[in-house]
Structure formats: C-alpha cells, structure tokens
C-alpha cells in the first residue's frame, strides 16, 4: 500500500488531467466474503470485475479515465487503507464491489449504498448510484433493489473527499444470479457497463 501510495503521488500532472477513479474490490485474504452457489466467492468475482474495468479503461479510454484498485491480488486491505488511497489521489469516484448472499434463495437484484448522513458529495453519491442501478437494470437486466444508506466504513471515511457508492451485485446465493456472474462474458459485460457509465458522468 506504501509503495502505491507513493507511486501514485508522482504522477501529479497527469493525474489532474483525468477522471481519476478507485475501484474497491471487497473483501481478499482469508476474507472471501460471501460464498455462493458453486462455491463461488465474493473475493474472487469483485477482484475480477475491478480488474476488467481496469482493463477495458487502458485499452479504451486512457485518456480520460484513470483506474486504481485498492488490491489487485488475492490479498487483505484494511478498511482504513481503502479509503486513505482514495483521499491520497483526490479521485473523482470511489466505487466498491461487492456481491450479495441471503438465507432466502429467491433474494435478487442490485443494491447500492450511500452513507446515510448528510455529507459533502453524498447528493452526487446517490446521483451516481442511480444511474448505476438503471444502467444495470437496462444492459444487462439485474432487478433494482434500491439506492439505500449505510454507515459502513468505507463510505463512511471517504463521503466528505468524494463521491462514495458500495454496490451490491447481485445474489451469489440466487441460482440464477450466482450462475449469471460465474460466466467471464457475464463479469466482462458488468465491468464494461460500469466503465460506461464512469466515463459519461461529470463528476
């Protein structure tokens, strides 16, 4: 974290002349977060999206979008170091990924969270979660579960430096849902839908 840290402290000029971006891949570690149908982990499908989006911005939009990732490996990160990148590089948008896991098997559909207090970027938070629960919903066809509010720590520690948004992709414990996201064409798709919507917004 140190060494990215520094590196990203360097760049300096090139920074400000791009929508910087921090994807948040959840959980890592000896943290898989949920486990779902097929023995799918949370850790593993968001360090994947994180690392398409990552992907498909060099290749696509380098000039005007760049993309850092809280981890890229199966590795740890603590809540607190998550956010200290995001203030560190003054970014546009901090995005964490998550997948979600209910005892019922018919639970669906995408959730997003913005902190639940009134804070500097959080009109701009819940804008955006918005119109990534609707971008979903028409490209790819998830079920909307609402735009809802939350304390948890990551929002928490970011939501006064930039807009800060926690998105629950679905169901891994929903057959349907955790099968869905199991595909690579599927993750591609969802990564590239999220891309999109980045790169049209004015943040």
């Not at 990924?97 to 913005?114: K, Q």
Request: net charge negative; hydrophobic share 40%.
């Amino acid at each position: 974290m140190i060494l990215l840290l520094k590196s990203c402290l360097l760049l300096g000029q090139d920074l400000d002349e791009k929508k910087i971006i921090v994807i948040d891949p959840g959980h890592g570690g000896n943290d898989s977060g949920a486990i779902g149908v097929n023995n799918l982990k949370e850790k593993s499908i968001t360090l994947e999206i994180a690392r398409l989006i990552s992907e498909l911005a060099e290749k696509n939009h380098n000039k005007t979008v760049e993309i850092y990732q809280t981890r890229y490996s199966d590795t740890l990160i603590s809540l607190s170091d998550r956010g200290k990148l995001a203030k560190v590089l003054n970014v546009d948008l901090f995005l964490s990924l998550h997948c979600n896991h209910s005892d019922n098997p018919n639970a669906r559909g995408v959730e997003i969270y913005v902190f639940n207090q009134r804070s500097k970027f959080l009109d701009e938070a819940t804008w955006f979660g918005f119109q990534l629960q609707a971008d979903l919903n028409d490209k790819l066809g998830f079920e909307s579960r609402g735009v809802k509010f939350a304390n948890f720590q990551v929002l928490r520690e970011t939501t006064d430096f930039m807009p800060s948004v926690l998105l629950e992709l679905g169901f891994l414990s929903n057959e349907d849902e955790g099968n869905y996201i199991s595909e690579y064409s599927n993750i591609k798709k969802v990564a590239l839908a999220i891309l999109s919507l980045i790169k049209t917004l004015e943040l």
